[in-house]
C-alpha cells in the first residue's frame, strides 16, 4: 500500500483517537527503522500504537515505514528531543542557545542557524534556554508576529512583546526565565565557543541566583543533535589591496602591537572575523551581505600573527598576500596555539565583549593570564578600525556617489506614478538591486533591503516576503532602506518618498519634516572633541520630542569599509557614552518616525567625522560631520515652513552637492534620472506659493 | 551542463594533475553550496582549484556543486577530518573508537556502528584509534582479508596478521600502538559509555607510558561527525513469561538483593542490557539475532530496580508485567539518577568487564563508593543467570529437538547429491532458515549462519557473501554452523558433512574423526566439582595434539536461555581457569580442524551440565555433561577403527537418542528426512566392512 500523506494519516489518527503527534510517530518510527526486522512477527512493533488496531491506520504506518526505510538520507527527527537527548549525555539540565555562532556576527552561515534548527524562528534576533521538561523562546518586540507564527507554543514559552497593546505585560528576559525555571541544584550549560565573557556574566548571575551552577559544556548538544546540519561555508579569501585600504597590515600589526605593549600583554586572542579582515588586509565570502573570512587569530606583540582559517579558502595568491609574518594554520590549532600560549606564562588580551569566553578559559586554564582590559573597554582593533585612513574615506565617498546614482535611477523610476503602479515592495527591491550591480566595484548588497510600503513601512526592521509582498502605492508613504558593498566601501540609506496618485497628509509631511530636523541638526552640529553620540542623539529627536513624538531605535551605528555594515565602538544613540567621536569615524544618522499600519518615515544618511580646524574655548578641537551619502530627500513630503533658515540653507545646500556629484553620472547612463535629479534637488524656499488639495496641504515645483 | 558521474571527474581531474582527491573536492564544494552566492563574481569560488583553469574540470565541478546544492540531504563527508575537527573541539590529541557501544554487546544497532563508519570495516570484532595526523585500525587474524578490502591504507595503520604466511611479523596491538605513536604531553580521549573500567586500564597504562594523559569526553566525537548517524532502534518489549522463564523477577530480584547485600552494597549499576532482561523476564528487539531491549538499570538491596529505557517501547501490557517494584524511568535518566544515589553516600557495585566506565565515575564524582568485587570476579548476575533452572533446562532441551528436525531435514535434502548440486552456501543457508521458520516459536536466528563450502569452510567465522558464495559441493566437505532463538530456548549447532559426488579424503576422515574424539570425551566426561573449563579444553585438543594439530578457537562457550548465543562467565578455553563448571550451566563443546583453503571441521553440540550423583574420592559431587543438541553427525565422515569403544558406545547412545527425539517430528512432517535420519542415526560398528573407492578408504551402509 501506497503512503496517503501526512494530511491523510493525521486524519486517521485522530479518528482513531491517537494521543501522539505525527512528528512523535514518525519519531518512533524511525527508530523501528533501525532496529532489525522482527522476521518471526513482523508486525510486532504496530503495538507500539495503540491506534494501529485501527486497520487503517495500521496500514498507513507500515506505508509510511516503509517510505522512511527506503529513504534513509531523509532525517526525520524531533528536534527538541533529540536536543534534550544530547544535554542529558553532556549532564546538563539546560542549555542556552544564543542566535550568535563561534564568531559573534550579524549573520550566521547556515550551518551555525542552530537558534532556527531548533525553535524554527528564522529573524535575526533571539534566544532560547532549553530546560529538560521547559522551553523559553526571546525576541524583541520587532519579531512578535514572526514568532508566534514560526515557533511551536506548545514547546516553548515565548518571551516577547505582544504586537497588539492591549497585553502590557513585560515579558520575561531569557535570564530572567531561567531565575524562574531553573530547578535549583540544576547544571545549566554554555558552549563557551558562541558566548562571550559579557554574556555568560548575566547568564550565570541569574543561574546561581536559581540554586544552579553554569557548566562549560566540550561540545554542542544542539550540533550533535542536528543530523543534516550544513557544512560550515567555504568562500575564496581575497587581497584588499592598498589603492582600498589604505594602510598595510604591517603598519596596522605594529600599530596593534604598540596597543599591546602598552597594556603590558604578549598577545591578543582575536575572536571577530571583521576584526581579523581590516588587520591583514584581506576579505571573504562566507556569510551573507558581509564580507568575513571567518577565523580566529592570535596578534602578538612583536607585529606577527598566527591566523587560524580553513585552508581551503586561501588561494596561493593570498597566502602570499599576507606574508610571512602571517603564520597560517588550520582553525582546529587555535584552541592548541592559545594554550601553548597560556602555558608560556603570557599574559593574553581577551575581549569579553567579541571573543568567545572559550578564549578566555582556555588561557586561563593553562597558567596564562588574561587580560580584558577596563570595565567597558573594547578591543583594541574595534577603535582602529572605526578610525577610518584617508584613502578609506576617499574610497567610501566614492562609493557613495556611485551608490547615489543607483538609488536615484530607481527613485526616478518610482517617482512615475505609472511606473511605481506596476512595482510591488520585492520587485522594487529588485529594480534598486539591479542598478547597483551595474557598478563594476559592486560585491553584493550590505544587507537585505527593507522595502515597506505604506503600513510595511512602520515594521523597523521589515522584510518583504511573497506572503506580506503588497503593491508599491498601498501608502502613499514608501520607505526604502538599502545599501551595498563595494570594493572601495560600504553604503547604508534610507528614503521615504511619496509614491503613487494618493497624496501624503498634512500629517505625513509634518513628521517627516520633523524627522528630517532631527536629521538636519545633527547633520550640521559641531561639537568639541570628546563629544560622544548620546547628545547628538537627544539633537536628532529634539523636534519630534517637542511634539511628543519619539523613535524607537538608535540613531546612528558605525560602517565598516567594505566591511560589517554595522560595526563598533562608536554610535550615535542613548546607550552612545563612553566612545567619544572622532575625525575619520563613519556613522549613520538616521531619525525615523513610525505610525503603524500607516507609514513609516527614516531619513538615513553616512556621515564622516572630520576637523573643523577651529577650537571652542577650552581649547578642544571642534568636531563636525560631513554626509556622505548622495541621495534627493524628497521635496514632497518637506514643509519648509517647518525649517529653520539654518535648517534649510543645509538642506539646499546639499542637494546641489548631491546634484554635483550625481548628474555627470546620471547624464552619461540615465538622461531621465538626470532630469528628475534636477529637478528633485532644486533650491526650496521658504513661504513657497501653497495651495490645497483635497482640503490637504501640498507644495507646487 | 548535467554532471557526468565520479568517473568522469576523477578522469578531467588526474589529465589537469589535480592533487587533491575527489572526496577532498566534494568536501570543498560541500563548504562552498553552504556559504552565500558571490552574486557579483558567481564564478570566484572556482578559484580555490588550480585544476579549474581546464575548461572541461570547471564545468563539470560547477554541474557537481548544483547537483549537491539540489541534494543538500545526501551527506558528503570527509569522515576522518570530520572526526579530528570534532577531536580538535574537545581539545583531545588522540581518541578510541572500539567496536563495541554503550552496552558492550556483540551485536550493535547500526546507529552505534561507529567503528564501521569512519573505517569502512564491517566486521564484529575490532578497533581503531585515530590520532591528529594518523590513524590505526585493527582487527585479528580471521578479518585480515576483510580489513584489508574495506579499510583505506592512506588514513589507517593496518593492525592484523598477514593472511599469508609469509608475513611473520607480529601486528602491533592497539594499545601497542598509541604507546609508539601518540606525542608526549597528548591527551587522549575515551568516551566512558562505550568502554569498560577493564577496557580503560590498559588504554590509560600505554597513554602513560607514552608521556599522554587520559581524558574522558563528555560527548563521542564521532557522533557529532556522523551527519546521518542512523536512530536509535525501537523496537517493543514483551513480557518473558514464566512457562520459560521458570523463575519470577521478585524471585530473581530477591535473589540479587541478597548478594548485594552480602557484599555490603546498597545497589548495583547494570550495563548490560542481556542481565536486564533476565532479571526483569523481558525480552525486546534491538539488535539482531539477540533478543535484548537495549537499557540501563539500577537494582537495589531492597528488591526494587530503577530500570532506564526509550519508554516508546513499552506497551501498557509490558509496564504492567514488570510490576510496580520496577520503576521505569527514560533513558537519559540514568546518569542523574546514578548520581542522587552516590549523593547519599551509597556503595554502587559496577563490574568492570559489562559496565560503561562512566558508571563509576558518576559514582565517585558524586560522593558514592564503587565496589567492583575482587580481582578478575564477574558481575554476580552473570553466574546467576548462567545457572539455568529446571524450566529452562526442559525449554532448551525442546527446543533443541525442534531445531535438531529443522536441520535433519536440511541435512537430508543436501545428503542427496542431485539436490546439494543445486545449492550455493547462500541458498542453502536459506533453506535451512525456512525449516526452522516453520516453527511456532522461531524466533529469529541466533547468529548469522556460516554455510562454508570448501576452503570457504576452513574460515572460523565465514559469512558467505554474493562475492564469495559458492556452490555447496564446492569440497567435498561442508561445514554449517547455525542457531536460532526460540521462545524457549537459544541454539548454536555446527555439523560437517560429507557432500556431492566426490568422496572425502582419507585425511577428511581422519581429521573428522580426530575431532569428533575430542567432541566425544567432553560430552562423556565425568568431572568433580569445581572443576574449570580448561582441563575440559585439554581433553577436546587431545586426539588432536597428539597428531601435532590443533584449532585456532575455544572449546566451548557459554549459551542463554531465548538471550545472548555467547554468554559469561562460563566456558571451556585455556583460559577458563576461574570459573568452575555448575549443574545448569549451557556451554557449547565444539572442537574443530580447519585446513586452510581446502576444508573445515567443526563439530557442535550444547550440553548442560549435570549432577551425577555421585561423589569422587574427596567427598566432592561428581558432574557430567548431557548434550542437548540432536542432529546427526554425518558417518560417511567417521573412522570408527580410530575411536575407543567407549567413543563408538557415546556415538551410538547419541544416535539413538538423536532418532527417539527427531523420528515422532519428522515422520509427521517430512517422511524423507525421517527416512533419512533412520540412515545416518543407525549404530556404527568397529571393523565395518572396509572398500575403496578410488584409493580412499570409505564405510558402507
New interface residues.
Given amino acids: 500500500m501506497a503512503y496517503k500523506g501526512d494530511a491523510n494519516l493525521e486524519q486517521l489518527l485522530k479518528t482513531a483517537k491517537e494521543t501522539r503527534s505525527l512528528a512523535d510517530i514518525k519519531?518512533?518510527l524511525?527508530?523501528?527503522?533501525?532496529?532489525?526486522e522482527?522476521?518471526?512477527?513482523p508486525d510486532?512493533?504496530l503495538?507500539?500504537f495503540k491506534s494501529a488496531s485501527d486497520k487503517a491506520v495500521a496500514g498507513q504506518l507500515a506505508a509510511l515505514k516503509d517510505k522512511m526505510a527506503e529513504h534513509?538520507?531523509?532525517?526525520h527527527q524531533n528536534k527538541l528531543a533529540d536536543t534534550?537527548?544530547?544535554m542529558?549525555?553532556?549532564?546538563i539540565d539546560g542549555f542556552f542557545v544564543p542566535r550568535a555562532d563561534e564568531y559573534h556576527g550579524e549573520y550566521v552561515?547556515?550551518?551555525a542557524g542552530r537558534l532556527e534548527w531548533v525553535t524554527e524562528f528564522s529573524g535575526s534576533a533571539g534566544a532560547a534556554v532549553i530546560l529538560k521538561d521547559k522551553a523559553g523562546f526571546f525576541t524583541d518586540g520587532r519579531y512578535t508576529l514572526q514568532a508566534r507564527k514560526q515557533v511551536n507554543a506548545k514547546d516553548f514559552y515565548i518571551g516577547t512583546t505582544a504586537p497588539d497593546k492591549k497585553d502590557l505585560k513585560r515579558p520575561l528576559t531569557p535570564t530572567e526565565w531561567i531565575e524562574k525555571n531553573l530547578p535549583k541544584g540544576a547544571k545549566f550549560g554554555i558552549d563557551p565557543?558562541v558566548m562571550t565573557a559579557n554574556e555568560v556574566k548575566s547568564v550565570k548571575e541569574k543561574v546561581e541566583a536559581a540554586g544552579g551552577t553554569l557548566v562549560f559544556?566540550?561540545?554542542n548538544?544542539l550540533?550533535?543533535a542536528w543530523?543534516?546540519?550544513?557544512?560550515?561555508?567555504?568562500?575564496?579569501v581575497?587581497p584588499q589591496p592598498l589603492e582600498y585600504a589604505g594602510k598595510s597590515s604591517d603598519e596596522k600589526r605594529k600599530a596593534l602591537a604598540e596597543k599591546l605593549t602598552e597594556k603590558g600583554t604578549d598577545a591578543i586572542a582575536i575572536g571577530f572575523p571583521e576584526e581579523i579582515c581590516w588587520l591583514l588586509n584581506v576579505r571573504g565570502?562566507?556569510?551573507?551581505?558581509t564580507p568575513f573570512a571567518l577565523s580566529y587569530a592570535i596578534a602578538h606583540k612583536d607585529g606577527t600573527v598566527d591566523w587560524f582559517i580553513?585552508q581551503?579558502?586561501l588561494?596561493d595568491k593570498t597566502k602570499e598576500w599576507v606574508g610571512k609574518d602571517v603564520r597560517i594554520h588550520d582553525l582546529?590549532?587555535f584552541?592548541?596555539s592559545l594554550?601553548a600560549l597560556a602555558k608560556q606564562g603570557k599574559k593574553v588580551w581577551v575581549d569579553p565583549y567579541s571573543a568567545p569566553i572559550k578564549a578566555q578559559i582556555i588561557v586561563t586554564d593553562n597558567g596564562g593570564t588574561v587580560y580584558t582590559g577596563n570595565p567597558g573597554d573594547r578591543s583594541p582593533l574595534q577603535l582602529m578600525k572605526a578610525l577610518k585612513n584617508k584613502v578609506e574615506i576617499d574610497g567610501t565617498a566614492a562609493a557613495h556617489i556611485r551608490d547615489g546614482a543607483a538609488l536615484t535611477r530607481f527613485l526616478a523610476e518610482i517617482a512615475d506614478p505609472d511606473k511605481a503602479a506596476t512595482h510591488t515592495e520585492i520587485s522594487a527591491s529588485d529594480t534598486l538591486q539591479g542598478f547597483r550591480?551595474e557598478n563594476e566595484k559592486?560585491?553584493?548588497l550590505s544587507f537585505d533591503t527593507i522595502s515597506g510600503a505604506g503600513g510595511n513601512g512602520a515594521v523597523i526592521h521589515y522584510r518583504s516576503t511573497p506572503e506580506t509582498d503588497q503593491p508599491l502605492t498601498a501608502g502613499p508613504v514608501y520607505l526604502v532602506d538599502s545599501g551595498a558593498q563595494y570594493l572601495d566601501g560600504t553604503t547604508d540609506v534610507t528614503r521615504a518618498v511619496a509614491v503613487g496618485t494618493t497624496k501624503p497628509s498634512a500629517d505625513m509631511i509634518e513628521n517627516f519634516t520633523l524627522v528630517l530636523k532631527g536629521h538636519i541638526d545633527v547633520a550640521m552640529a559641531v561639537f568639541p572633541a570628546g563629544t560622544t553620540g548620546k547628545p547628538l542623539d537627544d539633537k536628532a529627536r529634539a523636534a519630534l520630542l517637542e511634539k511628543k513624538r519619539d523613535y524607537a531605535h538608535g540613531t546612528g551605528h558605525g560602517v565598516g569599509s567594505y566591511l560589517s555594515v554595522h560595526e563598533g565602538p562608536c554610535g550615535i544613540s542613548s546607550a552612545s557614552t563612553s566612545v567619544p567621536l572622532e575625525p575619520g569615524m563613519v556613522i549613520s544618522n538616521e531619525p525615523g518616525y513610525y505610525k503603524e499600519g500607516e507609514y513609516g518615515i527614516r531619513i538615513e544618511s553616512l556621515v564622516t567625522v572630520i576637523d573643523t580646524g577651529k577650537k571652542d574655548a577650552d581649547g578642544k578641537n571642534l568636531l563636525a560631520f560631513k554626509t556622505l551619502t548622495m541621495a534627493p530627500i524628497d521635496r514632497k513630503l518637506i514643509n519648509a515652513d517647518l525649517l529653520t533658515t539654518d535648517e534649510l540653507k543645509w538642506l539646499n545646500d546639499y542637494h546641489a552637492e548631491v546634484q554635483k556629484n550625481l548628474l555627470p553620472l546620471l547624464e552619461k547612463t540615465d538622461p531621465k534620472a538626470a532630469a528628475f535629479l534636477k529637478k528633485a534637488t532644486a533650491p526650496i524656499q521658504k513661504n513657497t506659493t501653497q495651495f490645497k488639495i483635497n482640503g490637504i496641504k501640498g507644495f507646487l515645483f
Fill in positions: 519519531d518512533i524511525k527508530g523501528i527503522v533501525a532496529a532489525p522482527d522476521i518471526a512477527a510486532r512493533w503495538t507500539l534513509p538520507e531523509t532525517i534534550r537527548a544530547e542529558a549525555r553532556r549532564d552561515p547556515p550551518r565557543w559544556v566540550d561540545s548538544p550540533d550533535a543530523k543534516d546540519q550544513p557544512a560550515a561555508p567555504i568562500s575564496p581575497v565570502g562566507d556569510v551573507p551581505c580553513d581551503r579558502k588561494t582546529a590549532e584552541s592548541g594554550a550591480e559592486f560585491r553584493g
